[in-house]
C-alpha cells in the first residue's frame, strides 16, 4: 500500500494490491478457530457489502487487522469478534435447534471480544486496532445476533475515541485506518437517522461534524454500503437540517421553515437530483483503483443498488423528516422496492443495505407495494443476519397501526403518516439498521 500527498497530507492511494485470503489470513491456533474465520472470510463477509469481492474490508483488512499480533488486546478483540459474528451466523443459517454447538462458541468468542476490549481501551491506543473491534462487537451482538437493544453503548464509546484522536487524523496514515474510520462514519451516520430530535444528546457534535466534513470530503466514501460519497452527504445533510427544524419547532414540525431551513432544502433537493448515471460512473471509477475489472452485470448491479439508495435517501427526507404522507411518494417506494427486487433477482441473494429498503417499505400501503416490500425483507431474512428479522417485524408494525388507524379514521392508509420511530418504540426495539 502506498501514500500519495494531497495539499500536504498522506491519503491513502487505494491502490492496494489485495492477495489470496489463505496468504492475507494467519492460521489461528486452533482447528475450530481456522474453522469459524473460514467461514467469516468466505461466507459472512460477503453478506456485509451489496458488491462483493477482493476489495471487501470485511473480507480483507479486518481479518489483515486481526492477524497482526497475538499480543496485542485490540488485536485479539477483533479477532474473537470476527469469530463470534461467524458463529452467529452459522446459528442462523443452519437453525438454531441445529446449531446448539455454535450456541456455546459464539457466546465464548463474543465474552472473550468484550475482555479483550475493555484490557485494550486501558492499555492500548493502537487506532485501527481499536476502532475496529470497538465496530465489530456490536456487529456480532446487534446484527447478527439480532440483540435489538444495547448497541448505542458501543458507539457512543466508538464515537468518543474517534473524537479523542481526531486531532491527529489518523485516517490519513494508513489503507486500515481509512477503511475503519469509513466504517464507523457510515454507521455513525445511519444511526443517527434512527434517532428523534428530543434533546440535545441526540445533536451530532462539533467533534463528529469535524471528522465527517474530512472524511465524507473523499470520492471513495460509501462503497462498502453500495453508495457513493455524494449519497451520504444528503443524508448527513438532512439529518442536519431536521436537527435545525427541532430547534425552531420543538413540539413537532408545523410545515413552517424559516428561510434558513428553505435554503438547506432546497440545497438537498438540487443534490438529489444528480443522475444515477453520474454516480454511478463515480462508484466504477473507484472500483478501478483497485484493477477491479467491471463487467456489465455488475455494472448493473451497481446502478441499482445506487438507484434504490438514492430514492431511500429521497424517501428518508420526504417521510421520515418532513412527514409527507405515503400517498405522495408512493412512486418512489415502487422504485425503490422494484430496484430491490431486480437487485435480489440478478445477485441472486439479498444483500443489499437495508436502510433504503426500510425507508421504503415503511411507506408501502397498497396491497401491491407490500407484497414486493415483503419479498424484498424475506430475501433479506436470509442472508442469516438475526436483525432483518425485528426490522420485518418494525415494518409489519408500521403497516398494521397505518391500517388500523385508517379504519379507525374511515379514510384511505395512504393519506396518514406514522412515525416508525414511535413504532419501533411500541414495540420495545431499537433496531440498528445495518
Known amino acids: 500500500m502506498s501514500l500519495r500527498k494531497r495539499g500536504g497530507d498522506a491519503t491513502p492511494e487505494f491502490a492496494m494490491d ?3 485470503i489463505d496468504r492475507l489470513v494467519k492460521p489461528p491456533q486452533s482447528p475450530e478457530e481456522r474453522r469459524l474465520l473460514h467461514h467469516f472470510v468466505t461466507a459472512t ?3 456485509m457489502v451489496p458488491v462483493d ?3 471487501n474490508p470485511w473480507k480483507s483488512i479486518y481479518p489483515l487487522i486481526a492477524s497482526r499480533s497475538a499480543t496485542s488486546p485490540g488485536v485479539r478483540s477483533l479477532h474473537h469478534a470476527l469469530l463470534a459474528q461467524s458463529a452467529y451466523h452459522l446459528i442462523n443459517l443452519l437453525g438454531k435447534d441445529a446449531a446448539c454447538p455454535e450456541k456455546t462458541r459464539a457466546g465464548y468468542h463474543y465474552g472473550r471480544a468484550l475482555r479483550e476490549l475493555r484490557r485494550n481501551l486501558r492499555t492500548s491506543t493502537v487506532y485501527e486496532e481499536s476502532l475496529a473491534a470497538l465496530l465489530a462487537i456490536p456487529l456480532a451482538e446487534h446484527v447478527f445476533r439480532g440483540d435489538a437493544d444495547g448497541w448505542h453503548v458501543h458507539y457512543a464509546a466508538a464515537i468518543e475515541f474517534v473524537c479523542q484522536h481526531a486531532p491527529s487524523r489518523p485516517w490519513t496514515k494508513s489503507i486500515e485506518a481509512w477503511t475503519v474510520s469509513q466504517s464507523f462514519a457510515l454507521e455513525y451516520l445511519i444511526l443517527q437517522t434512527s434517532k428523534g430530535c428530543p434533546s440535545s444528546s441526540s445533536r451530532i457534535p462539533t467533534s ?3 471528522v465527517l466534513d474530512e472524511l ?3 470520492p471513495s466514501f460509501g462503497y462498502t454500503h453500495g453508495g457513493t460519497g455524494h449519497i451520504f452527504r444528503m443524508i448527513y445533510q438532512i439529518r442536519c437540517l431536521e436537527e435545525d427544524m427541532y430547534q425552531e419547532h420543538p413540539q413537532g414540525f408545523t410545515g413552517v421553515m424559516n428561510a434558513a431551513m428553505q435554503t438547506k432544502l432546497s440545497a438537498i433537493i438540487r443534490q438529489l437530483e444528480m443522475p444515477i448515471e453520474d454516480q454511478v460512473d463515480i462508484y466504477v471509477r473507484h472500483q478501478e483503483t483497485y484493477g477491479i475489472e467491471i463487467s456489465r452485470h455488475m455494472r448493473t448491479s451497481i446502478h441499482l443498488h445506487i438507484e434504490l439508495f438514492t430514492v431511500g435517501v ?3 427526507l420526504l417521510s421520515t423528516v418532513l412527514r409527507c404522507p405515503p400517498c405522495s411518494v408512493h412512486e418512489k417506494v415502487d422504485k425503490v422496492l422494484a430496484a430491490t427486487a431486480d437487485y435480489v433477482d440478478l445477485q441472486q441473494r439479498g444483500s443489499f443495505s437495508i436502510w433504503p429498503v426500510f425507508m421504503a417499505a415503511t411507506q408501502a400501503y397498497t ?4 407484497s414486493l416490500a415483503t419479498y424484498c425483507l424475506q430475501s433479506a431474512d436470509d442472508t442469516g443476519a438475526a436483525n432483518r428479522r425485528d426490522v420485518h417485524r418494525l415494518v409489519r408494525q408500521v403497516w398494521f397501526g397505518r391500517q388500523r388507524l385508517a379504519e379507525t379514521l374511515r379514510c384511505d392508509p395512504g ?9 419501533m418504540k411500541g414495540l420495545g426495539l431499537n433496531v440498528l439498521l445495518l
Open 18 to 20: 489485495f492477495i489470496e
Open 415 to 423: 393519506g396518514l403518516f406514522i412515525d416508525w420511530r414511535e413504532a
Open 314 to 316: 429521497e424517501l428518508y
Open 53 to 55: 469481492g477482493l476489495h
Open 216 to 218: 465524507l470530503d473523499k
Open 208 to 210: 463528529m461534524h469535524n
Open 45 to 47: 463477509s460477503s453478506t
Open 367 to 370: 396491497p401491491e407495494a407490500q
